[in-house]
C-alpha cells in the first residue's frame, strides 16, 4: 500500500513536471510568434531542461520590451 502511495506521488510529480515544460514551450513559440520570428517545432525544445527554456522565454521577453 505504501509502494502504490510512493508511486503515485512520483507519477505526479513527473506529471507536473512535463506540464510545466509544455507550459513554457507554448511560451516561447508565443512570444516568437509576436516577434515575427520562426515559430521553433514544440519537439526541438524536448531536449532542453526547463531552465534552459526558461532562460530562452526571458530573453525573448527582453527583446518585446526593447521593442516597445
Known amino acids: ?6 508511486g503515485r506521488e512520483v507519477g505526479r ?3 507536473l513536471g512535463e506540464g ?3 507550459g513554457e514551450i507554448m ?3 508565443t512570444l516568437q510568434k509576436i516577434l515575427g520570428l520562426p515559430v521553433g517545432d ?3 525544445f524536448q531536449s ?3 531552465e534552459q527554456l526558461r532562460a530562452a522565454t526571458e530573453e525573448l521577453r ?3 520590451q526593447r521593442r516597445a
Open 62 to 64: 527582453n527583446k518585446i
Open 13 to 15: 510529480q513527473k506529471g
Open 20 to 22: 510545466e515544460i509544455q
Open 27 to 29: 511560451l516561447i513559440q
Open 42 to 44: 514544440a519537439k526541438s
Open 48 to 50: 532542453q531542461s526547463i
Open 1 to 6: 500500500k505504501e509502494g502504490r502511495k510512493e
